[in-house]
């Protein structure tokens, strides 16, 4: 009945037959989610035709607790969410299309609903060749990213010109999820614990016991909205991640085209948020080590260029005005480099996600073992002579 209910409103069709529903749970353990996610592979006939349909959904709905104590926490993320694709998307999708000869990168959506349960029905992109990468990206496939996340901001700047609505989007991951925050100060704190081991840290101990202590004013101060005096503003995704990404790539890997998933904390904001995630969390350690300048000109030179294309009444800001967001956010590298980072080196075949998130002692046993391993170690050592010397800390 569900399918059917869907395929119905999408085909505008209220004789459409289900003939076969085949779902499996696709949920992946190893990462930290609010959502259950379900492969549906549909088969259906229309009044119209003789020939069955064959087409495969991905469906998502709210990961409760047994209790349901967390209901109503994931309320605003699917609220977010639905309105994402069933407004903001769409409308960004037209200025793609018609005015940057652009494609989408967000899936088709199919179906969504409130009650009784929050849920949002889509395509399968990977039956259109769509795939996730198993790791960072190489310098050229960043380029692609970085290239479209220029567009995007762009285009959400047009349409915040055109309806004055895209800057209601004032959630943002971290005012909807308080063990979130309590997660990132427990890994400061972590932190700390270990870089007191260090011979010539003590400067690095107290900056972060500082840091510590002002964390929640810090976060707050990050994701306010620029006044125009102080900056610009765009939409950010929120979780610019490679993981929330799906690449469409040739046989020698070389993506051609991506899609972004998961629009829960889109938030109006600094640029800075979402490049500096892609920085971190999308271009690989060595991408970023060669090419972090490269990168940054190329979003700009493609921002501008879409901003003009756009027809923004505006003039496009300017470099220096790109690079004030950057330093004046850039207290979201070091939150990136101590809160998500140190997970790159983790075993989730050996750790649960709950163990690793919870605040009890197992997760703190697992911590201790995170930020003393080599590889983060070396890399957190490299870059926070730069935060310090950039300001980052204060």
């Known amino acids: 009945d569900f399918f059917e209910i869907a395929l119905r409103q999408y085909e505008k069709d209220e004789n459409v037959k289900v003939t076969s529903v085949d779902v499996k749970s696709i949920l992946d353990t190893s990462e930290p989610t609010t959502s259950a996610i379900f492969s549906a592979a549909i088969s259906y ?32 993320l699917f609220d977010t969410e639905i309105e994402m694709y069933t407004k903001t998307l769409p409308a960004i999708g037209k200025f793609l299309l018609c005015s940057l000869d652009e494609r989408v990168f967000f899936p088709n959506i199919i179906y969504h609903s409130k009650s009784p349960n929050y849920v949002l029905v889509f395509d399968d992109i990977t039956d259109k060749g769509f795939s996730k990468e198993t790791k960072q990206l190489n310098f050229e496939n960043s380029k692609v990213v ?29 005012r909807v999820r308080d063990d979130g925050v309590e997660h990132m100060l427990n890994s400061i704190s972590k932190l700390i614990d270990e870089i007191t081991t260090w011979p010539n840290h003590e400067v690095y ?8 202590k002002n964390f929640h004013r810090k976060i707050r101060r990050l994701y306010s909205v620029n006044t125009p005096i102080h900056g610009y503003n765009v939409l ?10 799906m690449f469409k790539t040739d046989k020698q890997g070389t993506a051609h085209d991506f899609m972004l ?21 999308v271009a690989s350690k060595d991408t970023l080590e060669k090419h972090r300048e490269d990168l940054l000109s ?56 709950d163990d690793l998130m919870a ?27 730069m935060y310090l010397e950039k300001g980052f800390l204060d």
């Open 261 to 281: 998933v998961d629009y829960q904390v889109c938030i109006w904001g600094s640029p800075a948020l979402d490049v500096i995630y892609a920085l971190y969390m």
């Open 359 to 385: 605040n009890g002692e197992v997760s703190k046993d697992v911590r201790k073992e995170i930020y003393g391993h080599p590889d983060y170690k070396k890399a957190i050592q490299e870059l926070l002579p």
């Open 205 to 212: 101990v107290e900056k972060f016991k500082n840091i510590h």
């Open 298 to 353: 190329h979003y700009y030179d493609e921002f501008v260029a879409a901003h003009r294309a756009l027809g923004i009444k505006e003039k496009p800001p300017t470099r220096l005005d790109f690079n004030t967001e950057m330093i004046r956010h850039g207290i979201l590298e070091m939150i990136i480099a101590v809160c998500f980072m140190p997970y790159v080196h983790v075993d989730f075949s050996k750790i649960s996600m």
């Open 45 to 76: 006939n229309l009044p119209t035709t003789t020939t069955e349909f064959n087409t495969k959904l991905i469906v998502k709905t709210p990961l409760l607790l047994p209790d349901g104590a967390n209901e109503v926490q994931l309320e605003p």
């Open 236 to 245: 950010n995704h929120g979780d610019f991640h490679f993981r929330n990404m």
């Open 146 to 174: 970085f290239a479209k996340l220029a567009k995007f901001h762009a285009c959400s700047m047009f349409l915040e010109q055109k309806t004055n609505e895209v800057s209601d989007y004032k959630q943002g991951l971290f």
